[in-house]
């Protein structure tokens, strides 16, 4: 199985600050197809997840532009340009490059 | 505007099998390339993919819990169904049903709310 490493596990972070969360994986996401298999997910308190961006870097329908995805094979970041107080909650890598697909361990943003 | 709902029992005993079941609504299960995943978040944990099955029966487990796990699809009713047996404690947990996928991957984009399992002993 594909193992998804996540940093860090916690993130204060202040409202209009940047923020950045890493995510590696154990083996290239990359397809032969050029894309990249990484999927982000923010599960807010009490909520399902819902995602971010697909494919690394393509931000999901109603995602706002101070969101960014980024990287390539195993090295991927979720940038927030200017973090929000309805930012807060616990992001998620997730690879779908092979079965099992595999989620990293989260990362929580909370506002200092 | 794709919409999913689990139901079954809120609480299951120890040795016996857990049983959900996922509505489709709002759309047609039988839609070539989606995979119709089961996903699980114990208590204060991260997340964790189950399964996934295709309209036509095919299926992938998660490694950890293939030996237990049964998923089925019933497209007359659009609904697909995770069976787990031999539960433990170590199944309680909020399993949630997702949509995913399509003719290229896209993430798992629509949700449903998920249901609380708990396995007592």
């Known amino acids: 199985d594909i193992v998804m490493t996540q940093s860090p596990l916690s993130l204060p972070v202040t409202p209009g600050a940047p923020a950045s969360i890493s995510c590696r994986s154990s083996q290239s996401l990359l397809h032969n197809n050029g894309n990249n298999y990484l999927d982000w997910y923010l599960q807010k308190p009490g909520k399902p997840p819902q995602l971010l961006f697909y494919l690394g870097s393509n931000r999901a329908p109603g995602v706002p532009d101070r969101f960014s995805g980024s990287g390539s094979g195993t090295d991927f970041t979720l940038k927030i340009s200017r973090v929000e107080a309805e930012d807060v909650g616990v992001y998620y890598c997730?690879?779908?490059?092979?079965?099992?697909?595999?989620f990293g361990g989260g990362t929580k943003v909370e506002i200092k | 505007q794709v919409q999913l709902q689990e139901s079954g029992p809120g609480l299951v005993k120890a040795s016996e099998t857990l049983s959900l079941t996922c509505t489709v609504s709002g759309g047609s299960i039988s839609v070539d390339g989606y995979y119709w995943t089961w996903i699980r978040q114990r208590p204060g944990k991260g997340l964790e993919w189950v399964a996934y099955?295709?309209?036509?029966?095919?299926?992938y487990y998660s490694s950890s819990l293939k030996s237990r796990l049964s998923l089925s699809v019933d497209t007359s009713k659009n609904q697909f169904s995770l069976r787990l047996s031999s539960v433990t404690a170590a199944d309680t947990a909020v399993y949630y049903c997702?949509?995913?996928?399509?003719?290229?991957?896209?993430?798992?984009?629509?949700w449903g709310q998920g249901a609380l399992v708990t396995v007592s002993s």
């Open positions: 997702a949509k995913g996928g399509g003719a290229f991957w896209d993430g798992y984009r629509v």
């Open positions: 997730m690879q779908a490059l092979q079965t099992p697909l595999t």
């Open positions: 099955i295709y309209y036509t029966g095919i299926t």
